[in-house]
Structure formats: structure tokens, C-alpha cells
């Protein structure tokens, strides 16, 4: 693939994403590299206009691999419509989908729609501690499996050699571009990329340790249809752009600027990943909360109710956290009474009627935790697309979303932020309290 000016000045990137909060991180990374991005809630009515980059958000991680690949067909035929020049599939840094695996099929029917033989995975991001090293990928200093993620309710990772889950998940060739490649930049990687491609591998799995790493593998793949990853990955593609003359950031006003919104603040949180469980705990020691009971819900108790009740009383003073985030242990023996995919539904819905309910009490800043609870939370609120502002923390910014009531949003991964995000959170979303 060549990169051609566009005169009708159309986006040049189109990305699809496997859920809300990491469409959210990838916009952040092309943001920060002066690319006006825009987020849409799945496939939008009317395109955006006046960006250089489309993410388009699915909910797509966990639902059957048939279902995924049919929604990111969809998803990629629509950007090739706005005029899109190069794609990107991403998905989690810790590479997570199903155990049968959304990734690999879903890179297999991208590549096959674009007419393309190879492609590349690389999940890293080395700002919030994912690095690769000969196949294996490390959550800080831990291997994948050993990090907590091996316990996940939805999608336990038990193996951190990407090379091998990536095989499992696809009948093409999978091969691997080591660090000793990497290490010596964009033209060595560029010459490995042939080479495998000459071995008849279809994906390979990219090594990297530092941003620098992925500026050099972005720079390599600027001849590549498609690009599949976590967001780091994207820190190194807005740049074969410039090169190419097709984008200029000083041109236009900072990529990252947003309107302002006035209203009440909510924090919503529905992880159970061990950093949403500090950031929450963080929280109570000085702020209100109230606990969703998923088995209370089940009960038919008045949960949202009481929840919404609870809100109210304090939104003239300060937000409230609204959280159902437990522990691993716990969230399994709410799965082993009620069913993995009842007590994840019940939980999405509860805490979709609250944002619903808060909204109506006049909240319009948003504080979300949870990939899951993001989707159903920007579903509930009809929000359709998203304008991306400055970093709150790594692979998190703030939004406003695009429509006739504005409502200012954080949409966070469960593993993501520092103890404190919550309230930095608030903060950059205009909350002064």
C-alpha cells in the first residue's frame, strides 16, 4: 500500500476497536501525535468531519467469533467509504479476547477484505508496564499468565507466549519479529518483515520494550494495509503520515482541545481488575459510595433506586462513586450462583439504568470504569461519538461527546490509572470541587 494525497481532505486512519475504553486509549495515542480524532459509538449514521483519524468502537472481545468478524467487516467497509488510507484493528494490551480467540479470526477476515497477505500483533505499551520480549508478554515485571490476568472471570490469560495463543486462533502461518530485529530500527524490522513474508507468514508478533521501539515499528508498517495491537502501537503510525505530506498538526488548532460541560459528577465503576478494586478503595477513604449487590439485584431489590437516592443527596457537594467492583473470589461466587453471563448482564444493566437515572438528576460528567461498563453506560446515555481531549493518565482521556447535550467522559480500562484517577479524573473533566 502507497499513501496518496487526498485532496477532499478525508481521514486518513480508520481503526476498529474490540470495546469502548480501548477505542478511548487508541484515539488518546493518535491525539497525542497531532491527529484530530474522533469516536464512534459502532458504526455512526453521519461521518465525522474535519478529523484525520475514525475510531469506531464495538463491543466485540467477548461475543462469539462469528459475531466479531461479521461487526468488524462491517466496521471496515464503512471506513473504506470515508476514504480511509490505512487501518487498524485493535484490541487489549494483555491480548485477551475469548478462549476460542476473537483476535485472530478477526485479523484473518480484515486482511482477506483488504486483499492483503500479512500483518503484524504487537500489544505493546510500555507506559502502563506491557512489554514484549521474544514472543512473551510481561505486565510489569510479571509474565502474562502471572500478573492476575490468569484469574480474569471473562477472559483468563494462563499463557504469555503471544505467538502461540495467536496460532491457536488462526490457520495462517505465525511468526515472530524478535527484539534483536527491533533494536536496530525501522529498516531492520522492514527487511524481517519481508523475510517472513517470503516464509509464508501471515501475522507476526512484534517485540518491543520502550515508545521508541514502537515509533520504529510504526514507521515499518507504514506500507501495510493493516496494522493490528494495542494502543502503543499507534504512537508510531501519524507519523507516516506527516512524512508523506498528508498531515500537518500545527495547521490546525491543538488536536486535543474540547468544549467545556456544565453539570453534576458521577464515578461508575464496574471492573473487577485489581486496579479499579485500589483506585475504589482509594475513594472511599474520603468520598461517598455506594455498593452494587449483583445477588440483591437478582433478589429484586430497589438497587438502582436506592443508588440514585444515595447520589442525590451529595451531587450539590461532591461526587458519589456508584461501584459493583469486588474481588475475583467474589465475582466468582456471584458467577457460581447466578451464571457468568446473568450476573455480567445484570451488573451492565443496573449500572446502565443508574447512568440513565443520574442523568436525569442532571449529572453530565462521567466517570467510568470498566471496558464493559463503558459500553453499556455510553449506550444508555445514547452517546454516538466522542471528541478526544488530554491524557489523564496513560491510555486515558478525557471526551466530550458529540450531540445537542453534551456529557464530559472518562472511559477507563479496569487495569488502567493510578490510585488517584478518580479524582484526577474529575478534576480534567471540569470538576473543581
Partial sequence: MSISVNPQTKPLLGCIADDFTGATDLANMLVREGMRTVQTIGIPECAPTDVDAIVVALKSRTIPATEAVAESLAALAWLQQQGCQQFFFKYCSTFDSTAAGNIGQVTDALLAALGADFTIACPVFPETGRTLYRGHLFIQNQLLNESGMQNHPLTPMTDANLVRVLQQQTSGKVGLVGYPV????????????????????????????????????????????????????????????????????????????????????????????????????????????????????????????????????????????????????????????????????????????????????????????????????????????????????????????????????????????????????????????
Avoid at 449487590?293 to 433506586?305: H, K, N, Q, S, T
Fill in 182 to 433: 527491533v533494536a536496530q530500527g525501522a529498516e531492520a524490522i522492514q527487511t524481517e518483515i519481508a523475510a517472513l513474508r517470503q516464509q509464508g507468514v501471515r501475522m507476526a508478533i512484534v517485540d518491543a520494550l520502550e515508545n521508541a521501539d514502537l515509533y520504529a515499528i510504526g514507521a515499518a508498517c507504514a506500507g501495510l494495509p493493516l496494522v493490528t495491537g494495542g494502543s502503543g502501537i499507534a504512537l508510531g503510525l501519524p507519523g507516516n503520515f506527516i512524512r508523506a505530506g498528508l498531515l500537518n498538526p500545527s495547521e490546525n488548532a491543538p488536536a486535543n482541545t474540547l468544549p467545556a460541560v456544565e453539570g453534576w459528577s458521577a464515578v461508575l465503576a464496574g471492573s473487577a481488575s485489581l486496579a479499579t478494586n485500589g483506585q475504589v478503595a482509594h475513594w472511599k477513604e474520603n468520598h461517598p459510595a455506594f455498593r452494587i449487590d449483583a445477588l440483591a439485584v437478582a433478589r429484586g431489590e430497589p438497587v438502582v433506586a436506592n443508588a440514585l437516592a444515595f447520589a442525590s443527596q451529595h451531587l450539590a457537594t461532591q461526587a458519589s462513586l456508584i461501584y459493583a467492583t469486588t474481588t475475583s473470589d467474589e465475582v466468582k461466587q456471584v458467577q457460581a450462583t447466578l451464571g457468568v453471563e446473568r450476573a455480567g448482564a445484570l451488573i451492565e444493566d443496573t449500572l446502565a439504568e443508574i447512568a440513565r437515572g443520574l442523568f436525569a438528576l442532571g449529572v453530565r460528567r462521567f466517570v467510568i470504569a470498566g471496558g464493559e461498563t463503558s459500553g453499556a453506560v455510553v449506550q444508555a446515555l445514547n452517546v454516538k461519538a466522542l471528541r478526544i481531549g488530554k491524557q489523564i493518565d496513560p491510555g486515558v482521556p478525557a471526551t466530550t461527546s458529540i450531540g445537542e447535550t453534551p456529557v464530559a467522559l472518562a472511559l477507563k480500562s479496569g487495569n488502567f490509572g493510578a490510585v488517584d484517577f478518580f479524582e484526577k479524573a474529575l478534576r480534567q473533566l471540569g470538576d473543581a470541587r
